[in-house]
Protein backbone atom coordinates (compact mmCIF):
# COMPACT_ATOMS: atom_id res chain seq x y z
CA UNK A 1 0.00 0.00 0.00
CA UNK A 2 1.31 3.30 -0.91
CA UNK A 3 0.89 6.45 1.31
CA UNK A 4 -1.68 8.62 0.44
CA UNK A 5 -0.75 11.65 2.77
CA UNK A 6 0.45 12.63 5.65
CA UNK A 7 -0.76 15.92 8.07
CA UNK A 8 1.02 17.67 10.57
CA UNK A 9 -1.11 20.68 12.66
CA UNK A 10 1.51 23.56 13.92
CA UNK A 11 0.50 27.24 15.40
CA UNK A 12 2.04 29.00 12.31
CA UNK A 13 0.84 28.16 9.13
CA UNK A 14 3.04 30.94 7.36
CA UNK A 15 6.39 30.48 9.60
CA UNK A 16 5.90 26.38 9.14
CA UNK A 17 5.30 26.89 5.16
CA UNK A 18 8.58 28.68 4.83
CA UNK A 19 10.31 25.36 6.31
CA UNK A 20 8.37 22.74 4.28
CA UNK A 21 8.26 24.98 1.07
CA UNK A 22 11.47 26.70 1.56
CA UNK A 23 13.89 24.87 2.99
CA UNK A 24 12.70 21.48 2.42
CA UNK A 25 12.17 22.38 -1.47
CA UNK A 26 8.41 21.02 -1.15
CA UNK A 27 6.12 22.71 -4.16
CA UNK A 28 2.84 23.67 -2.95
CA UNK A 29 -0.11 22.00 -5.25
CA UNK A 30 -2.97 23.29 -3.15
CA UNK A 31 -3.94 26.08 -0.59
CA UNK A 32 -6.86 25.41 1.61
CA UNK A 33 -9.11 28.57 2.78
CA UNK A 34 -11.22 29.55 6.16
CA UNK A 35 -14.73 31.33 5.01
CA UNK A 36 -12.73 34.37 6.17
CA UNK A 37 -10.11 33.94 3.42
CA UNK A 38 -7.09 33.12 5.73
CA UNK A 39 -4.87 29.91 4.91
CA UNK A 40 -6.02 27.18 6.80
CA UNK A 41 -4.19 24.37 5.17
CA UNK A 42 -1.24 24.11 2.61
CA UNK A 43 -0.85 20.61 0.34
CA UNK A 44 2.98 19.81 -0.37
CA UNK A 45 3.80 17.12 -2.98
CA UNK A 46 5.87 14.06 -1.86
CA UNK A 47 6.55 11.18 -4.66
CA UNK A 48 4.14 9.02 -5.98
CA UNK A 49 1.32 11.54 -5.81
CA UNK A 50 1.23 11.56 -2.27
CA UNK A 51 1.30 14.81 -0.47
CA UNK A 52 1.93 16.82 3.25
CA UNK A 53 -0.88 18.59 4.42
CA UNK A 54 0.45 21.50 6.91
CA UNK A 55 -2.79 22.48 8.49
CA UNK A 56 -3.59 25.49 11.14
CA UNK A 57 -3.87 23.96 14.80
CA UNK A 58 -6.12 25.86 16.60
CA UNK A 59 -4.83 24.81 20.23
CA UNK A 60 -1.58 25.28 21.16
CA UNK A 61 -2.28 22.23 23.53
CA UNK A 62 -1.12 19.67 24.88
CA UNK A 63 2.57 18.98 23.19
CA UNK A 64 3.32 15.36 22.55
CA UNK A 65 6.85 14.35 23.83
CA UNK A 66 9.25 12.12 21.89
CA UNK A 67 8.78 9.73 24.54
CA UNK A 68 5.00 9.50 24.47
CA UNK A 69 2.70 7.27 22.05
CA UNK A 70 1.60 8.73 18.92
CA UNK A 71 3.30 9.27 15.49
CA UNK A 72 6.95 9.92 16.30
CA UNK A 73 8.20 11.78 12.97
CA UNK A 74 7.88 11.84 9.16
CA UNK A 75 10.93 10.73 6.87
CA UNK A 76 11.47 12.25 4.19
CA UNK A 77 13.83 10.06 1.34
CA UNK A 78 17.05 11.73 0.09
CA UNK A 79 20.42 10.74 -1.81
CA UNK A 80 22.98 9.37 0.42
CA UNK A 81 25.74 11.42 -1.52
CA UNK A 82 23.57 15.06 -0.02
CA UNK A 83 23.42 14.01 3.90
CA UNK A 84 25.87 16.87 3.83
CA UNK A 85 24.44 19.30 1.47
CA UNK A 86 20.87 18.61 3.55
CA UNK A 87 22.99 19.25 7.01
CA UNK A 88 24.19 22.41 5.76
CA UNK A 89 21.17 23.57 4.38
CA UNK A 90 18.80 23.00 7.49
CA UNK A 91 21.54 24.55 9.75
CA UNK A 92 21.72 28.11 7.41
CA UNK A 93 17.84 28.25 7.44
CA UNK A 94 17.91 27.67 11.47
CA UNK A 95 17.17 24.20 12.08
CA UNK A 96 20.19 22.18 12.88
CA UNK A 97 20.52 18.53 12.62
CA UNK A 98 19.14 17.38 16.17
CA UNK A 99 20.16 14.03 15.90
CA UNK A 100 21.57 11.29 12.98
CA UNK A 101 21.70 7.80 12.63
CA UNK A 102 24.18 6.02 10.36
CA UNK A 103 21.26 6.44 7.27
CA UNK A 104 19.16 9.37 8.61
CA UNK A 105 19.41 13.43 10.02
CA UNK A 106 16.48 14.69 11.94
CA UNK A 107 15.89 18.50 12.30
CA UNK A 108 12.59 19.48 14.25
CA UNK A 109 10.10 22.00 11.97
CA UNK A 110 9.56 25.21 13.89
CA UNK A 111 6.77 23.34 16.11
CA UNK A 112 9.47 20.86 17.20
CA UNK A 113 7.40 18.34 15.17
CA UNK A 114 10.90 15.90 14.21
CA UNK A 115 11.68 15.30 10.57
CA UNK A 116 13.79 13.05 8.98
CA UNK A 117 15.60 12.77 6.05
CA UNK A 118 16.55 9.22 5.07
CA UNK A 119 19.39 7.40 2.81
CA UNK A 120 18.29 3.98 4.08
CA UNK A 121 19.56 1.25 2.98
CA UNK A 122 22.46 2.71 2.06
CA UNK A 123 24.20 4.31 5.35
CA UNK A 124 26.89 7.18 5.96
CA UNK A 125 30.41 7.33 4.77
CA UNK A 126 32.26 6.33 7.69
CA UNK A 127 34.08 9.86 7.75
CA UNK A 128 30.78 11.84 8.32
Known amino acids: MKAHHLAVRVLDLERSLRFYRD ?5 VIKRW ?3 DGQARSYWLQLE ?8 HAAKSKPTRLDESP ?3 CVALG ?14 RAG ?9 TIYARDPDGNLVGLSHYPEPAPRDS
Open 33 to 35: DEP
Open 78 to 91: IERTEREVWRARLA
Open 70 to 72: GWH
Open 95 to 103: FPVCRETAY
Open 48 to 55: QGAFLAVE
Open 23 to 27: TLGLA
